[in-house]
């Protein structure tokens, strides 16, 4: 069995129970360990994180844990980069042996074609996000941060993403408003015609869960969150489906 999931966003300031999250996403993935043959963790697992040469934030030491125990175990682990977390370099996969992705990937898997990526950027219109996006991406910007102590930097990140977090609160919760405004279905039907053997297109970033046809043999699917929504996507060697995690009921 594959699984997918996104959006954690742990450490978020912004966020209640921060390590009752945490504890959740990590007894489900401890529930799969048996079953899975590969997890893809499609960007934003972590709310913010700056890696230096020597030094990265500290927490989250039981996901970390558990992603190591995966691997160790056999178990193929995929993390992709979101726009919170943008900032990993080569720890998680030295120190938890997972596979990084720092760009849209596509891959076979039982004879059908994925397309995943976190999300962000790809059909979006935004100025002043797309203006922050090439910002933090850019290679000469993450030096010169780099050089600003750790305790400073780190302490201003997560301040950063927090006020995002309350920002995107006070708008409501995230909701799908139809075909034509979802920026990620444009994108996908244009890379479709340039590309018609994918069979799913997999994506995070927008909380929202969503399974949506693009074609005869092609959908995609839309993540939803581990913030308040707990959800992820199988793939069992058939097909694509969405479920949601309720602990004591659900049995991934």
């Not at 697992?45 to 558990?66: A, T």
């Not at 178990?75 to 030295?94: I, S, T």
Request: charged content about 25%.
């Amino acid at each position: 069995m594959i699984y997918f999931l996104a959006d954690a966003h742990l450490g978020c300031r912004a966020l209640k129970s921060g390590r009752t999250r945490e504890r959740r996403l990590v007894r489900f993935l401890d529930s799969i360990k048996t079953k899975a043959s590969a997890v893809y963790l499609l960007g934003d697992m972590f709310d913010y994180w700056f890696e230096y040469k020597q030094v990265v934030p500290k927490g989250h030491v039981r996901l970390l844990g558990k992603l190591a125990e995966l691997t160790d175990r056999g178990v193929e682990v995929h993390f992709f980069v979101g726009n919170h977390d943008l900032w990993c370099r080569d720890y998680l996969a030295r120190e938890c042996g997972v596979i990084m992705h720092f760009e849209p990937y596509t891959t076979e898997i039982e004879g059908r074609v994925f397309y995943m990526a976190h999300g962000d950027g790809l059909g979006e219109t935004d100025k002043q996000f797309l203006f922050l996006r090439r910002l933090f991406h850019n290679a000469f910007a993450q030096k010169a941060f780099s050089w600003v102590h750790p305790d400073r930097s780190v302490a201003w990140g997560l301040r950063w993403a927090s006020q995002s977090r309350k920002k995107h609160e006070k708008m409501g919760p995230a909701v799908f408003e139809g075909e034509d405004k979802e920026p990620l279905i444009t994108y996908s039907k244009q890379y479709l015609a340039e590309h018609p053997d994918v069979n799913y297109f997999i994506y995070g970033h927008r909380h929202i869960q969503l399974d949506f046809p693009l074609s005869s043999d092609s959908r995609l699917l839309i993540l939803g969150d581990w913030v308040d929504k707990f959800t992820y996507a199988t793939f069992d060697g058939v097909d694509v489906a969405l479920h949601n995690y309720l602990e004591g009921e659900t049995k991934p």
